[in-house]
């Protein structure tokens, strides 16, 4: 899968998954394909930001505002994430037209 989306584009969970708390953060289990995922702290904060559709600009503005990261670092740890979610069929992309 080429991971390229804009800053603009949205993310949003697909429903394909259950969490359950596990630790500091969340286990996924997807429905389709029976394998279990686990997040960290910061990824379950990303995982309940998008059960709505949210810009992949405010999600990384969220960690940002709620963890001490530097700006590049959160953006390759964000996109890494969601990318993983996106090939994993637990999340879904949605591009946004620029008008």
């Known amino acids: 899968m080429n991971w390229n989306p804009s ?3 949205s993310v949003s969970a697909t429903g394909d998954a259950v ?3 596990f630790g500091e953060g969340l ?3 997807n429905l389709k394909s029976n394998i279990y995922y686990s997040l960290n702290g910061v990824g379950a ?3 309940e930001l998008i059960q709505e559709p949210k810009s992949i600009a405010d999600i990384r503005g969220a960690v940002l505002a709620r963890y ?3 700006a ?5 740890d964000v996109d890494a994430l969601l990318q993983g979610l ?3 069929g637990l999340a879904r992309v949605q ?3 620029l008008v």
Do not use: T
Not at 72 to 76: D, H, Q, S
């Open 72 to 76: 590049e670092r959160c953006k390759a």
């Open 27 to 29: 286990a996924l289990l």
């Open 19 to 21: 969490a359950c708390e």
């Open 7 to 9: 800053e603009h584009d």
């Open 95 to 97: 591009h946004e037209a």
């Open 86 to 88: 996106a090939e994993n």
């Open 68 to 70: 001490n990261v530097d």
């Open 45 to 47: 904060f990303i995982w």
